[in-house]
């Protein structure tokens, strides 16, 4: 899962949601669901996620959306081995880059 957001300390929920495809019910559904989300809420009570709080998001989504669990299957799995799981995921996300790149260089040869 490859999300495109420029770096910023916060973002929006609309942005996040955006982000991965998903509408902000969704995300406040996971926040509920997943005690690793906790983002900082500002004066008006707007969601502001951190690049953990993405890391954390783009862990659940791989577990729930591209792995098929249940959202009980999630939370177990990231219990029993949570360094592994994390460790993996950055595996899948930096080969997920650097086959982008490859492609790229493929069409640019192809062009």
Known sequence: MHIN?????????????????????HIRFWEKEFDILKPKKNKKGNRLFTEEDL????????????????????????????????N?????IRLEAIKAKLIKIKDQING
């Open 5 to 25: 957001l420029p770096k910023k300390r916060y973002y929006k929920i609309g942005e996040v949601a955006k982000a991965f495809g998903l509408n902000t019910s």
């Open 55 to 86: 890391k954390n998001l783009k862990l659940i989504y791989h577990l729930v959306k591209e792995k098929g669990f249940t959202l009980e299957g999630a939370k177990s799995k990231m219990k029993e081995n949570p360094k592994n799981i994390k």
């Open 88 to 92: 993996n995921l950055d595996i899948i």
